[in-house]
């Protein structure tokens, strides 16, 4: 299986893409020739990442139907100083309402699951990076 999209340019570093459906414009900061019209790239890779193991997660915790009311993601990557200003490492903070009464065991195998064998991009990343995560009560 292969997963393709096509990218255009439309000016100056503004481009579109459509992906799943969905059009998509991605650009630059103004101070390098952008128009600010859009995300940055960089930025997409943490959006697909917290998305990716957020929607495991829901997913796997209505199996356990698990009372969750509240549920929120914290996504940062560290970035080298250098060009070609990389990523070096992740981390996933999973936030959870304290008062929903949801089972810990369960919150912890439903992240876990994720983290190990669901999330395609986790496993992507984690193949060159670290990826840390951990889980609040709120």
Not at 25 to 39: C, I, N
Not at 92 to 101: A, E, G, L, P, T
Not at 110 to 116: D, G, I, K, R, T
Request: hydrophobic residues 40%; charged residues 30%.
């Amino acid at each position: 299986m292969t997963k393709e999209i096509q990218m255009n340019w439309l000016e100056d570093m503004v481009f579109q893409t459509e992906l799943d459906g969905h059009r998509l414009v991605v650009d630059a900061d103004e101070s390098v020739g952008g128009k600010d019209r859009g995300p940055r790239p960089k930025g997409l890779l943490l959006v697909s990442l917290a998305g990716c193991t957020a929607m495991d997660v829901i997913s796997i915790l209505k199996k356990m139907r698990e009372p969750v009311s509240w549920f929120n993601l914290k996504v940062s990557g560290d970035i080298a100083e250098e060009h070609p200003k990389k990523f070096t490492g992740f981390n996933v903070i999973y936030q959870f309402k304290k008062s929903d009464d949801l089972n810990p065991h369960n919150v912890q195998k439903a992240v876990e699951l994720s983290q190990n064998k669901y999330c395609g991009v986790s496993a992507t990343l984690r193949d060159a990076h670290d990826v840390a995560w951990d889980i609040e009560y709120v």
